[in-house]
């Protein structure tokens, strides 16, 4: 979730500017840094690796010459932060300077075909790609215009671009595909910029970018253009009224909730691995005698999610371990032929690292899923996988729990396909239930935003709440507690519904509030089972069930209603109305959502 700037001033340089509304965006990613301007014929690029004030310090980002330029602040996701992969990227002959947001599906093909006609590449970045294959359109005549739009017919995936070419000095070519880029309009100014914190000092008036759509940015107009054809589109402007740390949260009134509406996005983004890496990931899970799945808080319970998945679909067995618990519990069977998938938003938690340490001194195997490339975690283990959420600046694990089961089922897909423990049919099913999830994500947070708000209402003042699941389901009930507990500071217990009857009924008196995650899965009918023995006893039942579940519809004292789904792919759905739950509820009891008391967003103490 880079950040990214285009801007032309009509007087004075324009790097200053640039520079302070990348600053506004360093929320968006913040390992590296750089600035193009464009100064008598020819491009300048400052960059590096780093914070923006460091790389200025050391470069002079702001003493770039020039009345038009672009800017970028990145989060890492092709390549790790260095001064090579840093953005704006230039093509082969210089004139061409390029910053990006997104990720670029097919670059590796379109990086061998570029190859093949002797261009030479300076990153290990996707967007290099995009400066060389417009370099290559302008070759055969094409103007920037339709040389952008031309690339990007040949690109997938996700983009928001911002384009300099030194035979169009007057001009900010943009284009936009799932990441944000919105227009800003000022007097002597013209902006563009991935939200509008960036330019909101200095204008209140935006136009947004649709995806398949290309601009062109003058000092004084903006003209928009379908990508497929290049027929123009009309748009005028809008007057924002947020302030830049409401555009920062993108008109949300916190970072929590603008985290939970993005999992769309993210979901789609996790998808977006790169092959070549699952690939490795995946043949090095294969060949462990005993497999590991390694994490801490809400990383451990994507593991346990994920021991599920691997167990169903590629018959893995992959043991979840909390990563505090590994070396006591298994350190003395730890050796060679053992393999341990930390997963690890931060890739810092100290918990998650000593015992990588450990394993790694008894020749284990590491592999990583993180959300930070260049962390601890990235550098140990021999092969990793990005789940690509950009970063998560509320305290609370949202976005990138719903991203790691994502990667984890894509993971366990492909080993599945390597192992042949998948048919084709049944393959073919699990891809459309993929690349439908983000849609489906999208409708559950809208859905159940109304429904949880009315139970945080009804829930705030309770002393205890129960969370039960059964089979996956047990995962997706031990994180809507740690949300709701971590958010709200209620105290909540969760249990695999199976073994309610073995304690935890004796809590239950009239009116308990406990929550049944139901979803429609070979566990359903036991689970009906423990909702009766707990209204038995007088528990008031939170069913989350699908919506045309009667019979579990009929036992709810309230019921939050979910699309059907595969079940394997159940606790990326069934966590966002807990997530919801947990948010609100903090906001009933008075509590900073964001800055849940005595909580650090990574964890580096023992
Ligand atoms: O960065 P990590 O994924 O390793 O972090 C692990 C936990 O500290 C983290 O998930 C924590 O439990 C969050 N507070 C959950 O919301």
New binding site residues.
């Given amino acids: 979730m880079c950040g990214i700037v285009g801007c032309i001033v009509a007087k004075g340089n324009v790097a200053p500017i640039i520079f302070e509304c990348l600053k506004r965006l360093e929320y968006r990613g913040y390992d590296s840094a750089g600035i193009a301007t464009i100064h008598e014929g020819r491009i300048l690029v400052r960059k590096d690796a780093g914070k923006l004030s460091e790389i200025d310090a050391k470069l002079d980002l702001k003493g770039l010459p020039g009345s038009i330029g672009i800017g970028h602040t990145r989060w890492a996701t092709h390549g790790a932060p260095s001064q090579a992969n840093a953005h704006p990227h230039l093509d082969g002959s210089g004139t061409i300077a390029v910053v990006h947001n997104g990720i670029i599906e097919n670059f590796m093909e379109l990086k061998r075909e570029l190859l093949e006609l002797g261009h030479t590449f300076r990153s290990k970045t996707d967007t290099e790609v995009v400066a060389h294959l417009i370099q290559e359109m302008m070759k055969k005549g094409m103007d920037i215009l339709t040389a952008t739009a031309e690339t990007l017919r040949k690109v997938k995936g996700s983009y928001s671009l911002a384009i300099i070419h030194t035979g169009t000095p007057d001009r900010v070519i943009l284009a936009r595909n799932e990441s944000p880029l919105i227009i800003g309009i000022g007097e002597g100014f013209m902006f563009a910029a991935s939200d509008a914190a960036a330019f909101l000092p200095y204008t209140d008036k935006a136009v947004y970018l649709e995806n398949g759509e290309v601009a062109v940015l003058k000092i004084d107009e903006y003209k928009i253009f379908k990508i497929d054809d290049l027929r123009s589109v009309n748009r005028s402007h809008v007057v924002l009224k947020w302030t830049v740390e409401e555009a920062q949260k993108a008109g949300f009134p916190h970072y929590t909730l603008k985290e939970i509406y993005e999992q769309a996005q993210t979901v789609r983004e996790a998808l977006r691995l790169q092959l070549t890496y699952v690939d490795l990931v995946v043949e090095l899970l294969d060949r462990g005698r005993d497999v590991f799945l390694l994490?801490?808080?809400?990383?451990y319970h994507a593991c346990l999610a994920g021991s599920y998945i691997f167990s169903k679909l590629a018959r893995l067995s992959a043991y979840p371990v909390i990563a505090s618990e590994f070396v006591e519990n298994y350190g003395s069977s730890i050796g060679v032929d053992t393999v341990i998938l930390a997963?690890?938003?931060?890739?810092?938690?100290i918990d998650?690292l000593n015992a990588l340490e450990y394993a790694r001194l008894r020749a284990a195997t590491i592999l990583g899923l993180t959300n930070v490339v260049g962390s601890t975690l990235t550098r140990i283990s021999r092969a990793y996988v990005l789940q690509n959420s950009g970063p998560e600046i509320g305290?609370?694990?949202t976005k990138?729990f719903t991203s790691q089961l994502t990667a984890l089922m894509f993971l366990a897909l492909r080993l599945a396909r390597k192992r042949g423990k998948v048919s084709q049919a049944e393959m073919d099913a699990l891809q459309e239930d993929l690349s439908n999830l983000p849609s489906l994500v999208n409708k559950v947070v809208k859905d159940s935003e109304p429904i949880v708000k009315e139970i945080a209402k009804q829930l705030s003042n309770a002393e205890l709440l129960l969370f039960l699941g059964r089979g996956i389901s047990y995962a997706t009930a031990l994180e809507g507690r740690?949300?709701v507990m971590?958010l709200s500071y209620i105290p909540c217990i969760a249990y695999p519904a199976g073994e309610s009857k073995h304690g935890p009924i004796s809590i239950i008196e009239e009116g308990q509030p406990v929550f049944f995650v139901a979803p429609r899965d070979e566990t359903r009918r036991y689970i009906i089972g423990n909702v009766m023995e707990m209204k038995a006893r007088g528990a008031r039942a939170i069913i989350t069930c699908e919506r045309d579940d009667d019979e579990l519809q009929g036992l709810a004292d309230i019921s939050i209603p979910m699309p059907p789904t595969n079940p394997l792919l159940s606790p990326i759905l069934y966590t966002i109305p807990y997530q919801l739950l947990a948010y609100y509820l903090a906001l009933e009891r008075g509590n900073d959502p964001d800055k849940p008391r005595n909580?650090a967003k990574?964890?580096t103490v023992l």
């Fill in positions: 994490g801490a808080g809400t990383s997963v690890s938003q931060s890739g810092e938690t998650v305290v609370a694990a990138t740690l949300k971590e909580l990574s964890v």
